[in-house]
């Protein structure tokens, strides 16, 4: 399916450097490849960007620019030698070639086959007025304080000399920092040029991923390729929560890089496809609640990530290591919402951020009272936190449907104290707490957070599993050793006892 399809894609693909004295490029157009040409003013180029765009499925070539235009664009031009028909190529410039770029292709005669220009941290960029074809999709990234900006004064229609100035970087609009120059651009206020490459000592992590994805976003709508990255999320979802199989859990991942999983609240996963093997095996597949369900709410699908919204319920029956690690059983009813964003490179896993409100799940099993506040601070009678309230609304939210005893509850309940005389107005308080505890405690309609319940499978190894699970041991001792010594008291895993509950021996409970 999708998978072998990338598999065949990744390889085909190539990397081929084209520069004075080299023999050409070796082409593999019969299986419609999409031509990534990446060039910077350096003859060679970080080996690391190249690969991950390989990886990608692009067959990556690399032309350096050494300042002779007339070379740079035979170049170019020889980019497009051998594409077949309907093919096309795109061109990833850094620093002063990304500034050549955008210059040249300026010219509709220069486009001919070009579907995507993207480029990064240009020393000079045209005009903003200047208006690219429309048959290429164009994107910038920029970085540092200052850019250059070319233009060309015209009077009574005639055009006057190229005038170059130095402008001055302003963030963009919003988080994401965008900006129009003319075309689609981006602004990295705090990363300096050079931040997308791993080779160098500005490169900056957060700043290229995020330029990664959206320069990936880019190509793909150039090439018109569409990649299923939900189909190998279902598969790891499938093995993690319903087959219970470790083998499957950990296939989808990447293997050419450390995949990383991070369970926010308690800071659980690992990173590397052993420590999340280990993770899996020791604290995750054995210690799902029996009675959880689990119900996707929504899902957003990006050029490379997926973001999950998923209402959760189960009975505290047994330790939970990576939600409540240290917790013995409360036999409680828990709701909570998980959000879960996962990111793909090359089509496989490479990283999961999962969220869910703590303080909600701990005001649930009992371990947070919100009238206990801690002493010494002033004005407080009420920790502004609540409990399975928050996963309700989410699940019965009705937009058609007003209550506006629902939400603001804790604000209204905050101004009501302050403007009420040695305390809360409690005509305003009560109305809003009754309604919304009722609404809370109420039984789930029917049909409503059901969802799909945990499988109660033995946890299945594949044929290194017996190996794996004495490395685990292994370094188990060892971590074990090195907190001792280190004076630090961590909750260990505990290993169920015999009648305990459990993924594989527990009924299956509403």
């Keep these: 399916g999708t998978e072998n399809k990338l598999r065949k894609e990744r390889q085909m693909a190539t990397i081929s450097i084209h520069a004075p004295g080299a023999t050409g490029f070796l082409y593999n157009n019969a299986s419609g490849k999409a031509r990534l040409c990446i060039s910077a003013?350096?003859?060679?180029?970080?080996?690391?960007?190249?690969?991950?765009?390989?990886?990608?499925?692009?067959?990556?070539?690399?032309?350096?620019?050494?300042?002779?235009?007339?070379?740079?664009v035979a170049r170019l031009k020889s980019v497009k030698e051998g594409l077949?028909?309907?093919?096309?190529?795109?061109?990833?410039?850094?620093?002063?070639?990304?500034?050549?770029?955008?210059?040249?292709?300026l010219k509709p005669t220069?486009?001919?086959?070009?579907?995507a220009l993207v480029t990064y941290y240009p020393t000079n960029i045209p005009d903003t007025r200047s208006r690219y074809p429309p048959s290429v999709r164009i994107l910038t990234h920029l970085a540092g304080t200052t850019v250059d900006v070319t233009t060309i004064p015209t009077l009574v229609g005639l055009q006057g000399k190229k005038k170059r100035s130095t402008r001055q970087i302003n963030p963009g609009m919003g988080t994401g920092e965008r900006l129009n120059i003319g075309h689609t651009a981006y602004t990295y206020e705090y990363v300096q040029p050079g931040f997308a490459e791993h080779d160098l000592d500005e490169y900056d992590r957060l700043a290229c991923d995020l330029a990664f994805s959206r320069t990936l976003?880019?190509?793909?709508?150039?090439?018109?390729?569409?990649?299923?990255?939900?189909?190998?999320?279902?598969?790891?979802?499938?093995?993690?929560?319903?087959?219970?199989?470790?083998?499957?859990?950990m296939e989808p991942y990447v293997s050419h890089v450390n995949p990383a999983v991070t369970y926010v609240p308690t800071v659980s996963g690992g990173i590397?496809?052993?420590?999340?093997r280990r993770f899996y095996e020791q604290s995750f597949l054995r210690q799902l609640p029996p009675s959880m369900r689990l119900r996707l709410i929504s899902r957003t699908i990006g050029v490379d990530r997926v973001a999950d919204e998923l209402?959760?319920?189960?009975?505290?029956?047994?330790?939970?290591?990576?939600?409540?690690?240290?917790?013995?059983?409360?036999n409680k009813q828990v709701e909570v919402i998980f959000v879960s964003i996962v990111s793909l490179r090359a089509g496989r896993l490479y990283s999961e951020h999962v969220y869910w409100d703590q303080a909600s799940v701990l005001v649930q099993v009992g371990l947070l009272d919100p009238k206990l506040v801690p002493q010494g601070v002033d004005g407080v009678d009420r920790?502004?936190?609540?409990g399975r309230e928050g996963a309700r609304r989410i699940l019965e939210e009705n937009p058609e449907v007003e209550r506006k005893e629902?939400?603001?509850?804790?604000?209204?309940?905050?101004?009501?104290?302050?403007?009420?005389?040695?305390?809360?107005?409690?005509?305003?308080?009560?109305?809003?707490?009754?309604?919304?505890?009722?609404?809370?405690?109420?039984?789930?309609?029917?049909?409503?957070?059901?969802?799909?319940?945990?499988?109660k499978q033995p946890l299945e190894h594949g044929p290194e599993g017996n190996e794996s699970h004495k490395n685990d041991n292994a370094e188990e001792k060892q971590d074990n050793k090195e907190e001792e010594e280190e004076g630090q008291d961590r909750a260990q895993t505990p290993t169920p006892s015999k009648g305990s509950a459990s993924v594989e021996d527990a009924n299956d409970e509403e």
């Design 41 to 72: 003013e350096t003859p060679d180029f970080d080996t690391e960007t190249l690969r991950n765009w390989r990886d990608e499925g692009f067959d990556v070539i690399y032309v350096p620019y050494d300042g002779d235009a007339r070379e740079y």
């Design 84 to 105: 077949g028909v309907g093919e096309n190529y795109a061109v990833l410039a850094f620093g002063d070639a990304a500034s050549f770029c955008l210059d040249y292709y």
């Design 110 to 115: 220069n486009c001919s086959r070009l579907c």
């Design 217 to 249: 976003q880019v190509l793909r709508r150039g090439f018109n390729k569409d990649i299923d990255l939900e189909e190998k999320w279902e598969e790891h979802l499938e093995a993690k929560f319903f087959s219970m199989n470790l083998s499957n859990t």
């Design 272 to 276: 590397g496809n052993h420590a999340l």
């Design 311 to 330: 209402h959760a319920t189960f009975k505290h029956t047994q330790e939970v290591p990576w939600m409540l690690p240290g917790v013995p059983p409360t």
């Design 383 to 386: 920790l502004p936190v609540v």
């Design 406 to 455: 629902y939400h603001n509850r804790l604000i209204r309940r905050a101004k009501a104290k302050k403007k009420g005389k040695d305390g809360v107005t409690p005509g305003v308080e009560e109305s809003g707490t009754e309604y919304f505890k009722s609404e809370a405690e109420r039984p789930l309609d029917s049909g409503k957070g059901k969802g799909k319940t945990v499988q």
